[in-house]
């Protein structure tokens, strides 16, 4: 049963207990935690968010005094809705006072206004009474005013349009733009200012250290992002701050002046657009801004893949991650290449690399100096970890704060730079909430979410590692519950997204569309590897797939299976091998190449590499750039690489799922497989979830996935004549092929 928004049984035979789907779907997810300013408090939250990965639940919102270790459910809703599953965009007061939220005035209302609650709990009070709903806001640093921002009421045009033709699609023009408004309140006396005018707004608007005046980012009448200043003033004109004629993406305020730091690029208009590409991959500049003086460009070369920086405190130097601007002019493919982090001044623009020999590829995460200037703090991914850095700025030299392959992410820091809160968890430790001083590393464990999952009987994970062709590749392995290495097990080999993806070493129930835990409760052996092209690892591994998608990866899996197999526990006549994204093109590109598996399921997939030119919004950019040509230069290649072109090779019983609104995978590729294994004779399954996009995010199909996933490989690797799958396809029916 629930329990304060924990699982929990009291059962006395609950050790005994197996996981089920349903057990799966109660447990809670730690999706955030954050300290309050003054370091008094961890905020955090259970349940799932609309992120787009997983179906939306009601959350849970908590706030645990450290000291104590007492955690207080916040009733996070209006008094006239039930606890609100929307609440969003959650952040600290600067005086640790109130924690402020978005959410509706009820479940069934769409508008979002702007709340505080305190941390030692009570009702929730309302500060705002909007017309239109409230998108994000930003605390003043005084605290004395926030700033928020509405959504423009659709004109009638609009509406009327809209309900005439619908959403019409046109990559090269752009009929509505979305417009928006800064307000800003001032809490003291109540009063409610409108700062701008209908804009174009760029992310959040951003106050100056001294609280009198806001940055924004905003598209000029030309067409392109400008940065903005305005005093908060009512009578306060905005004016551009930026150079015109290039884009900005990215600013921040000195932490003790007026000066801005802005990131822009010239603007760059290909012949041939791809709607996945991201701008930061542009070659950009840093440029400072000061009142009363001419902005001075702070980089000599442009740096590619810049896309943020932070302020050392004392207002003398920037840190930021990028690639080295050499690179710029390289005909190598940039995706793959090194990412480092740099120091810069701002006194002379002199800049430095540090922390050498880290892998950036994913960005260093929760990047913040030390209150002294002298350290840098980050968490960065480590094989099938997470862990916490320090980098002596002086000298560049980085050292571990923690160590080892468990998960240690979701960083943040006090006011003071003195505390740091963080989650730790393992494919055997469960994820709570941990709390340690900066001066003396002593980490405590806070939290105690789902304290339940001790009484049933439970897997056990470990990390394993093995050689290919002269590579070491890491894996995840989860062996289930009373296993003994004595009898023979059935095998589920779970392929990764990406493919710059990975496997980590975390407590997951449910991962990527599978029942993990229901997967281990019926006896199976599951392994995770991460194979060549896999993040972590550096960029040599991870590029070693260019222009070999479905080769490298596919021999790292395979060898990973040999392994197990040569421990002389696994059934190799009861094998499956799944996967999800790109784990939805490696799968089918598996069982073209071997019919070791008895069973295979796949989801969200590319089984045709031309097929993916079938949406405007896709994975474009890493099938264009992994094999450089297009379907319509060298249409030979893609056939070669594309699975939907060998499967008369195919003998693999297969499950395929797909949401027929993908917008990165096209489910034309997964109807194409289908028919392809249909006509064949092969035993295939097709299952189209409407409305749904790259994963199953609807309540009721995610536990239908969940279910399906679990009894098609019941049904081939264990006989299971039981499964709803054995109307289609018979136990003692033969095949064709």
Sequence with gaps: MLIGGVLSFNSPSAAQKKWTIDDILHTERIVSATISPDGNYVFYQTGYTADGYYPVKPSHFYAINIEKRKSIELEMHSAVSSPNPNARFIQWSPDSKYIAYLAPLSNSEKKCQLWLIAPQGGKPKRITNSDNNITVYSWAPDGSKILYVTDLSISKEEYYYKREWGEVLSPEERTWTRKKIVWVKNLSTGLVSQLTDSIVLMGTPQWSHDSREIAYISEGSDGIPHLYKKGIEQKARAHIISNLGDSVRFFAWAPNNNTIAYICSGIEQAAYVNYHESTPFLPANIWLY??????????????????????????????????????????????????????????????????????????????????????????????????????????????????????????????????????????????????????????????????????????????????????????????????????????????????????????????????????????????FPNFRGSANYGPDFIKTTHYDLGGQDYRDVMRGVDYLISQNYIDETKMGICGWSYGGFLTPSIITKTNRFKAAQFGAGLPSIEAMYGNLWTVERILHKAFEDYPWDNGAMHLQYSPLYHTNKVTTPTLIQHGDKDPRCPVSGAVLFYKALKSYGIPTVLEIYPRMGHSITDPVLYRRILTKNLEWFNKWLKEDTTTSFERIYPRNQKQSK
Aim: charged residues 25%; positive net charge; aromatic residues 12%.
């Design 290 to 527: 000061s009142p009363g003086e001419k902005n001075k460009k702070l980089t000599e070369q442009a740096f590619p893949q810049l896309a943020s920086l932070i302020w050392a405190n004392n207002g003398k130097q920037l840190v930021f991650i990028a690639r080295s601007p050499e690179t710029a002019v390289s005909k190598e493919y940039n995706r793959y290449m090194q990412l480092y982090m740099y120091i810069i001044s701002v006194v002379d623009g002199k800049s430095k690399t540090i922390a050498d020999g880290m892998d950036f590829f994913r960005g260093g995460e929760n990047i913040t100096w030390s209150k002294d200037d002298k350290q840098i703090w980050f968490v960065n991914g480590e094989g099938v970890g997470y862990n916490l850095f320090r980098v002596d700025v002086g000298n560049g030299k980085v050292s571990h704060v923690t160590c080892g392959k468990d998960c240690n992410n979701i960083a943040s820091f006090d006011k003071k730079i003195t505390k740091v809160s963080f989650i730790r968890q393992n494919v055997n430790l469960k994820p709570d909430v941990y709390v340690s001083e900066l001066c003396r590393w002593n980490p405590r464990k806070i939290t105690d979410i789902n304290p339940g999952v001790e009484q049933y009987a439970n897997e056990h994970g470990e990390i394993i590692s093995y050689s290919c062709e002269g590579w070491n590749i890491e894996a995840l392995l989860i062996k289930p519950p009373g296993f003994n290495p004595k009898k023979k097990y059935p095998l589920i080999v779970v392929v990764h997204g990406g493919p710059n993806w990975h496997k980590l070493n975390d407590w997951q129930p449910d991962w990527e569309q599978y029942p993990l835990k229901a997967f281990s409760a019926a006896g199976y052996v599951l392994l």
